[in-house]
């Protein structure tokens, strides 16, 4: 994500002379002015692998049964997408709902705040850094055949009258390579290499000829790998809720498209916040404190009709609830470093400066 911006405000009357820090509910054109910072909600970063695979038919398809027996040969272009992976990343998003203010008054001390440059709360009194969640999507990668069959290609062959003939030529210089490379693993060819690493030599140019020349018969083959990224904030637990479509001839669709198949995904809350106990006489003091998160698991599957693509159980702020941290630890006589999770809110780590001192 970004960078914390660090906020220092000391604000006292005379030196000597300080109160605790005080936090206010953030209401706007009312709040007095302060440092006004977020609590997160968690979102899900979808990022989807998906490849395409296109098939361009042979030159000589027409003839790959007749002179080499090849079944199934490809006659027309044909494209197919498929998912090869996806992976769920939480991050946390500045959350309108839980935004408060350290007010800057007199006798007041303000500590020193860390927060992500949209204003998520990262540390109290120490300077954290929030580690940036990488947005740029990687460009295609495109891998296509890197041979030319033509280039292997006889003299006799090229001069041949007619496609017909000319195929019937390349099968008879396939079969031939098969047979050569078959004489070499058995020792028995005219000229056998001198050693192994020649002899393996021999064999990969062999191999390399004899899968040029099938091109024109099989056809060629391109991939392209594609990577997609989707955001989703979960509220509530759901149960098959479409993420998004994919189709095997279009790749990612909207999923709104019928054209793709849904894709799901399942939000379960394992439940794992304790229920609140409220003291009135606490609540009080509570309205004057520096305030966190403390994140329920949730558990999030990702799946269509036939498999699961990513499942993941984490920390979701938004399906836990608001705890406090006492103005106590950020007075005259102690000052406390915090640092919490920018993605859940909650609190990494707390320290006394005095104690490590």
């Known amino acids: 994500m970004k960078k914390n911006l660090i906020i220092v405000v000391f604000c006292a009357l005379t030196i000597g002379l300080y109160a605790q820090t005080e936090v206010k509910q953030f209401i706007p054109g009312v709040t007095s002015e302060g440092i006004t910072y977020y609590l997160p909600k968690t979102a899900i970063r979808i990022a989807i692998t998906a490849e395409r695979t296109t098939v ?6 027409d003839y790959a049964q007749r002179y080499l027996k090849l079944a199934n040969v490809t006659q027309a272009e044909e494209t197919v997408w498929q998912i090869r992976e996806v992976k769920l990343t939480p991050y946390g998003i500045p959350d309108s709902s839980k935004v408060f203010t350290i007010p800057l008054r007199k006798k007041t001390v303000a500590p020193l705040v860390g927060l992500t440059s949209d204003g998520i709360i990262t540390s109290i009194n120490v300077e954290n850094q929030d580690e940036p969640l990488k947005e740029e999507n990687p460009a295609p990668v495109v891998k ?6 033509r280039d292997y290609l006889t003299e006799e062959i090229l001069q041949a009258g007619s496609k017909m003939k000319m195929a019937e030529l390349i099968a008879s210089e396939v079969y031939d390579i098969r047979e050569s490379r078959n004489l070499l693993s058995k020792g028995q060819a005219d000229y ?3 050693d192994g690493a020649q002899l393996q030599l021999m064999m990969q140019r062999l191999d390399t000829q004899e899968k040029a020349l099938l091109q024109l018969f099989k056809g060629t083959e391109e991939k392209e790998t594609r990577i997609y990224t989707l955001d989703y904030i979960p509220q509530k637990e759901v149960s098959q809720e479409i993420a998004f479509r994919f189709s095997k001839e279009l790749g990612l669709v909207d999923k709104n498209n019928l054209a793709g198949a849904p894709v799901y995904v399942d939000v379960t809350d394992k439940k794992t916040v304790p229920a609140e106990v409220v003291d009135p006489k606490q609540k009080k003091l509570n309205e004057e404190s520096v305030r966190y998160c ?19 159980t984490t920390p979701l702020a938004q399906f836990g609830r608001i705890e406090y941290l006492s103005s106590e630890l950020f007075n005259k006589r102690q000052t406390t470093h915090v640092t919490f999770y920018p993605t859940t809110g909650a609190i990494k780590r707390v320290t006394d400066a005095n104690i490590m001192e």
Do not use: C, H, W
Not at 56 to 61: A, D, N, Q, R, S
Not at 144 to 149: D, H, Q, R, Y
């Open 56 to 61: 361009y038919p042979g030159e000589f398809k």
């Open 144 to 149: 296509k055949s890197s041979l030319n069959p």
């Open 192 to 194: 056998m290499p001198k």
């Open 294 to 312: 403390i994140p329920s698991q949730v558990t999030l599957k990702l799946y269509d009709r036939n498999q699961t693509f990513a499942e993941i």
